[in-house]
């Protein structure tokens, strides 16, 4: 289905997201997320010269996560190779704190008390929650444990679908349903 034909309108801004997940020949797993954001006009930004033309990357920023089977982060990589600001890039040595952590319940939480606020970068955290769906979609096909099992280590409360109350949990993950709905 698709959305409702919009009122005449003019396109200002187009962020694009791009993540994709590598199995590595070492057994660990490469998930890298790339944000861009083109505005379709010309912007005056004393700090790109004058101005970031329409169509030029105003954003252009990338995160890889090198994590294992058991979603271990290993390494953390962070680039912001296009932004508004000549600080920005120095924002970017704050994500090595990831490493050690393990993507699952409560990363997120986490996450963003290691690298959000004004110690991080807004937008390279943005990426992160991309980056944990994508690991998973990644290395679930490769799971030597049941899927259903695995991702509700993952997904559990996190959505309708995935909620404790839900037929899916009640008829794939019976152990974990409750009908009480989670808070």
């Given at each position: ?17 791009i993540a994709d997940g590598y199995e590595r020949e070492d057994g660990l797993w490469d998930i890298e ?19 970031v033309a329409s169509g030029e990357a105003f954003h252009d920023m990338k995160l890889r996560l090198t ?46 008390d290691l690298v959000g606020g004004a110690q991080g970068c807004t937008h390279l955290h943005e990426l ?56």
């Amino acid at each position: 289905m698709s959305l409702s034909k919009p009122t005449r309108r003019r396109h200002a801004h187009r962020r694009t997201i791009i993540a994709d997940g590598y199995e590595r020949e070492d057994g660990l797993w490469d998930i890298e997320a790339r944000m861009t954001d083109v505005k379709s006009e010309t912007v005056d930004n004393p700090e790109r010269g004058g101005y970031v033309a329409s169509g030029e990357a105003f954003h252009d920023m990338k995160l890889r996560l090198t994590l294992d089977r058991t979603l271990l982060i290993h390494e953390v990589e962070a680039v912001i190779d296009e932004s508004p600001f000549t600080m920005c890039p120095g924002a970017v040595h704050i994500f090595k704190r990831l490493e050690g952590t393990r993507i699952g319940p409560g990363w997120q939480r986490k996450a963003k008390d290691l690298v959000g606020g004004a110690q991080g970068c807004t937008h390279l955290h943005e990426l992160l929650p991309v980056l944990a769906t994508t690991t998973v979609q990644s290395l679930w096909p490769s799971m030597e444990e049941d899927v259903m099992t695995a991702g509700s280590k993952i997904m559990l409360n996190t959505c309708r679908t995935w909620a404790q109350d839900s037929d899916v949990i009640r008829r794939y993950v019976p152990d974990l349903y409750n009908p009480e709905p989670a808070d």
